[in-house]
């Protein structure tokens, strides 16, 4: 069963594809978004572009960009845009979000759960710097070490380097010319909810789709990820999600 349909089933009953609830996701568009309520927006590997319809439902004066390379989710994602209205303010583009180019800035560029597609959180600072307009605003979210990883952790599929601490973390935004104005550190409860969400969507679908040739591998995603969660990296794994500007004086 192709990951990206596992994922997009996964994150079917969940606000985002990362672990915020909604009223976190409300406050940081707030926080984010022009205050004249008008402006361009993009998002680096966008999925279902949930952060997009939040960001322009209700906000008229608002254009956007999604970026992904999954043709299937992007296909699926342009009929919901519609359906909502919204089909002449989002514009979604199938390839890689570190290929993307583009001649006019955007006022708030988003990357929240995709750093893996520039390499690494360093890598995507610089691609969203590339994007953004003098002034503007990114929302990019990162996973962090609540604690040091203890060997049930690295059993679950992680290495001791894959993240840094969050006060770490932070250093190395700002060592890349970035200003932390605002920032969501992810609670244990939104955690909680999403993983509970993610599996539960999927082994549902499982269990409602026996005939279809993906369902046991689908119910067999869930539990693996179900028992790396609850067995390894729940309490050690953080999630930020952090409201930048660009430092004064800094140069690429």
Same mark, same amino acid.
Request: hydrophobic content about 40%; aromatic content about 8%.
């Given at each position: 069963?192709?990951?990206?349909? #596992?994922?997009? %089933?996964?994150?079917g009953?969940?606000?985002?594809?990362?672990?915020?609830?909604?009223?976190?996701?409300?406050?940081?568009l707030?926080?984010?978004l022009?205050r004249?309520?008008?402006?361009?927006? $993009?998002?680096?590997?966008?999925?279902?572009?949930?952060?997009?319809?939040?960001?322009?439902?209700?906000r008229?004066? @608002?254009?956007?960009?999604? !970026? =992904?390379?999954?043709?299937?989710?992007?296909t699926? /994602?342009?009929?919901? #845009?519609?359906?909502?209205? @919204?089909?002449?303010? #989002?514009t979604?583009? /199938?390839?890689?979000?570190?290929?993307?180019?583009?001649?006019?800035?955007? =006022?708030?560029?988003?990357c929240?759960?995709?750093?893996?597609?520039?390499?690494?959180?360093?890598? &995507?600072?610089?691609? !969203?710097?590339?994007? @953004?307009?003098?002034?503007?605003?990114? $929302?990019?979210?990162?996973?962090?070490?609540?604690?040091?990883p203890?060997?049930?952790? %690295?059993?679950?599929?992680?290495?001791? =380097?894959?993240?840094?601490?969050?006060? *770490?973390?932070?250093? /190395? #935004?700002? &060592?890349?010319?970035?200003?932390?104005?605002y920032?969501?550190?992810? *609670?244990?409860?939104?955690?909680?909810?999403?993983?509970?969400?993610? *599996?539960?969507t %999927?082994?549902?679908?499982?269990?409602?789709?026996?005939?279809?040739?993906?369902?046991?591998?689908a119910?067999?995603?869930?539990?693996?990820?179900?028992?790396?969660?609850l067995?390894?990296?729940?309490?050690? @794994?953080?999630?930020? *999600?952090?409201? $930048?500007?660009? &430092?004064?004086?800094?140069?690429?």
């Amino acid at each position: 069963m192709d990951r990206r349909r #596992i994922s997009a %089933l996964a994150h079917g009953d969940h606000p985002v594809a990362a672990p915020l609830g909604d009223d976190s996701v409300a406050r940081l568009l707030d926080r984010a978004l022009p205050r004249d309520g008008a402006g361009r927006i $993009l998002d680096l590997g966008c999925g279902e572009a949930p952060w997009l319809i939040r960001a322009l439902e209700g906000r008229p004066g @608002l254009r956007a960009d999604g !970026v =992904d390379n999954d043709a299937a989710t992007v296909t699926r /994602t342009r009929k919901e #845009i519609a359906a909502r209205g @919204l089909g002449d303010r #989002i514009t979604l583009h /199938t390839e890689d979000a570190a290929d993307f180019a583009v001649d006019r800035p955007y =006022d708030l560029v988003l990357c929240v759960g995709a750093t893996h597609a520039f390499g690494g959180l360093r890598r &995507t600072l610089d691609a !969203v710097a590339h994007h @953004l307009a003098p002034g503007g605003c990114a $929302l990019v979210g990162e996973g962090f070490w609540e604690r040091q990883p203890d060997p049930r952790t %690295l059993a679950a599929g992680f290495t001791p =380097d894959e993240y840094a601490d969050l006060a *770490t973390t932070t250093d /190395t #935004i700002s &060592t890349a010319g970035w200003t932390p104005v605002y920032a969501h550190v992810s *609670t244990l409860g939104e955690w909680d909810d999403y993983e509970w969400s993610w *599996t539960g969507t %999927l082994a549902r679908w499982a269990l409602d789709n026996p005939s279809d040739p993906d369902s046991g591998e689908a119910y067999r995603a869930a539990a693996e990820h179900r028992t790396a969660w609850l067995h390894g990296y729940r309490g050690t @794994l953080g999630f930020a *999600t952090f409201l $930048l500007r660009r &430092t004064p004086g800094y140069v690429l």
